[in-house]
């Protein structure tokens, strides 16, 4: 399984994601093609799978980013740190970069993405009530929810651009929602 992946992201760094071919997985896996549909039925489900694996190592990431936070300065510091390392992370990771973005035209991953941005927004909603207890729970848990989606819309937008314009973007974001999370 780990050899298949390997060499799916592989090929998607070189190829991108749709010109992923299952033959050609099979032939630099060293296994046959029978044996790759054994464990993946069609090039989908390797692409769920590295979604799967890159939305847990981003969940873990954000969960510690945002589980010690006690203060709004914590708070603000933590959020605008997680930003400026996704943003770095789609400039470069291509296969990273090729997935996530490619998630928006296949309505599975599409829900992966979705359930990924719901969790993630727990952590910040969390991290929300803990520095304003009084905090409204459902405007809270809302907000976070809609950040965190606007964060992954504003990447993709931003590495579709020359870089500088994508830096700014990701700025006029950070600000946004910097913004909305201290008025929460």
């Known amino acids: 399984m780990e050899r298949i992946q390997d060499v799916a992201r592989h090929l998607i760094a070189q190829k991108g994601s749709d010109q992923l071919k299952m033959s050609e997985i099979a032939a630099q896996a060293g296994i046959s093609i029978g044996s790759l549909y054994q464990y993946f039925p069609d090039k989908r489900s390797i692409i769920r799978t590295l979604a799967q694996g890159y939305a847990a190592e981003s969940r873990a990431c954000i969960e510690q980013a945002l589980a010690t936070v006690r203060s709004k300065a914590e708070l603000q510091s933590a959020f605008s740190s997680l930003v400026d390392q996704y943003h770095q992370l789609f400039l470069t990771a291509p296969v990273k970069r090729d997935i996530w973005c490619g998630m928006r035209t296949d309505k599975e ?6 359930e990924e941005s719901r969790a993630c927004g727990e952590f910040l909603a969390d991290a929300i009530r803990r520095v304003n207890p009084k905090a409204d ?3 809270v848990a809302a907000l976070a929810f809609l ?12 590495v579709s651009h020359k870089r500088s314009e994508g830096a700014l973007l990701v700025q006029a974001y950070k600000t946004m929602a910097l913004r909305a999370i201290a008025e929460a």
């Open 109 to 114: 991953l599409m829900s992966i993405e979705l």
């Open 147 to 158: 950040v965190w989606e606007l964060g992954e819309e504003t990447m993709r937008l931003a």
């Open 137 to 139: 729970a459902k405007k």
